[in-house]
């Protein structure tokens, strides 16, 4: 199966074409320069045509368009719900008219960490597995359920994909969702700057002459033995392991997935993730297996395929 897949990232939006579980071609747009969501459109579409000739392939052998959105999405309807500040023209457009005007190819919408899910599943670190909780690091943090073999969405298309926005902690950061104390607010990449400022240490950690402190950073002076950074990198693994479990005892899965540009450190993190994991999590079956994902960046886009296939009304 051939298809057309468009993820929306924090950074960039990918643009391919994909055959079964592999990226024939890839188009990157960044985030910075596009705007409202009617702006990019037109450059989508010609990245699109453009990894289409890069793969050799002609439109006409394609099944679909999959389109992996950064917001709460209507799949059925193939509409977007909510985007939390991000392309607030979102709302208003047709995307299934602009798929056929496009490329005359039928289109299918989810969330994005719905989509990486799927793509763990169909050809990455799910594989074989019917229950499975997506837990992804990036900008924010975002999450994915599937019970039975199939997403978790529900009436208002929320469940399962707020994984990020559980109580973290009572009466902490404002969150971007409007609430306090959310995982997100608490241990995401847009918080970690202030993380680090507000740590005892700071003012005498390297940290404090970089421009811009991201987990790269973080992780290279955590490794250097830089107590601010190994402290702020400890809290953070510890608000991400109480995520986890919450999501596992709402969604009661068998495998949790763990996602996102973090796991580059995955030897650092998952150890202590696990360790916590089996220590306060309420699972008397057994235990649940945590494990990497697979296809970094490219599981939103392998998801295409499983998506396409998937009967709109499921």
Known sequence: MIVLAVDFGGSHISCAV???????????LPVSSCGTLGA?????????????????LSLSQCEGVAVGFCG?????????????GKYEDARDIDLASWAHDE????????????MALLGERYAGAAQGFDDVVMFTLGTGIGGAAMING??????????????GHFLARTGGRECTCGSI???????????????????????????????QVGFRELLQHEANGDRCAREVLEGCIQVWAGGIV??????????????????NACDRILPTITDYIRKRAWTPWGQVLVRPATLGNAAGLIGAVPLLQESPNE
Not at 103 to 114: I, Q, V, Y
Not at 150 to 163: D, T
Request: net charge neutral; charged share 20%; aromatic share 6%.
């Open 18 to 28: 994909v055959r079964d579980s592999e990226i024939l071609f890839t188009e990157h």
């Open 40 to 56: 990019i459109l037109p450059s989508i579409a010609k990245a699109l045509r453009s990894a289409t000739a890069k793969a050799n």
């Open 72 to 84: 709460l999405v209507n799949p059925y309807l193939q509409t977007i719900l909510a985007t939390n």
């Open 103 to 114: 490329f005359t190819l039928p289109l299918r919408l989810e969330n994005d960490a719905r």
């Open 150 to 163: 199939r997403l978790l969405r529900g009436r208002h298309f929320q469940a399962g994909c707020l994984g």
């Open 181 to 211: 104390g959310c995982v997100e607010s608490e241990a995401s990449s847009w918080i970690l700057p202030q993380l680090c400022r507000e740590h005892p240490a700071y003012s005498s950690s390297p940290l404090a002459e970089l421009k």
């Open 246 to 263: 919450s999501l596992i005892h709402a969604y009661d899965p068998e495998v949790v997935v763990v996602g996102g540009g973090v796991m």
